[in-house]
């Protein structure tokens, strides 16, 4: 089953202002966590957030999760151009050792 | 800051030629991984490694992938015989504690292209 489905697949915004993904799962999850990737580069680990918290801030950004719904969403503030990347939400597979990926919101912010 | 080395950053083989990918974790890192992404899709998890053996791997990671850790700071990826659908972003990662739990650190990747 897929694991990790975000939306929008891709979002626009100009600099300045809020970027809001949207990251949904369908097994129980231990943890959530969301990486960006920057075209064509590696990826970054921004922020884990556990099955028993809601909501976690980084910065910019702040992760709010909610396991009744099986969703979880990351909002960056006062977006910069330096924040244009893809966004993935990852989970772990049963087994403990893998995460499960979504396809990522490629977010595009315009100066 | 500590970082994960991969080299090369990108790479181009003929099929059915075999070809290593290389990796140089964080030094006091315990856990290593192999991830791939095919262009336009999602990352996939290849194999995990601890304690100098497989933990475990997916259902892509048959018998023409193998992993090795041969010294105290390499770690590296290993298709024998490469095939068309083998090109891809492969990254590796390595984390102090069972990465799922507390996310990984991923190096840049190489981009392995299989002409």
């Known amino acids: 089953s897929q694991q990790g489905e975000e939306d929008p697949q891709a979002l626009s915004i100009q600099e300045g202002e809020n970027a809001t993904m949207n990251c949904s799962y369908k097994?129980?999850?231990?943890?959530l966590q969301w990486y960006r990737q920057n075209s064509g580069r590696g990826l970054v680990h921004l922020i884990l957030?556990?099955?028993n918290e809601r909501e976690k801030h980084s910065g910019r950004l702040r992760v709010t999760l909610d396991t009744s719904k099986k969703s979880s969403s990351l909002l960056i503030t006062a977006s910069r151009a330096a924040d244009t990347a893809s966004y993935f939400c990852?989970?772990?597979?049963?087994?403990?050792?893998?995460?499960?990926w979504g396809a990522g919101t490629k977010l595009i912010i315009k100066p | 800051e500590p970082e994960v080395t991969q080299t090369p950053s990108h790479q181009v083989t003929q099929m059915g030629q075999e070809v290593i990918l290389r990796c140089v974790p964080i030094?006091?890192?315990?856990?290593f991984y192999w991830y791939r992404q095919i262009l336009g899709q999602k990352v996939e998890f290849l194999v995990s490694?601890?304690?100098?053996?497989?933990?475990?791997k997916s259902e892509i990671f048959d018998d023409q992938f193998s992993v090795e850790r041969p010294d105290g700071s390499n770690f590296t990826l290993k298709i024998r015989s490469t095939k068309l659908e083998d090109s891809a972003m492969y990254f590796c990662?390595?984390?102090?504690?069972?990465?799922?739990?507390?996310?990984?650190?991923f190096g840049s990747g190489t981009r392995l292209t299989v002409v």
């Open positions: 490694f601890y304690n100098n053996e497989i933990s475990e």
């Open positions: 030094s006091n890192h315990l856990y």
């Open positions: 990852a989970t772990p597979r049963g087994s403990n050792y893998q995460l499960i």
């Open positions: 990662a390595s984390s102090e504690e069972q990465g799922v739990f507390y996310g990984y650190t």
């Open positions: 957030i556990r099955s």
């Open positions: 097994t129980s999850i231990n943890n």
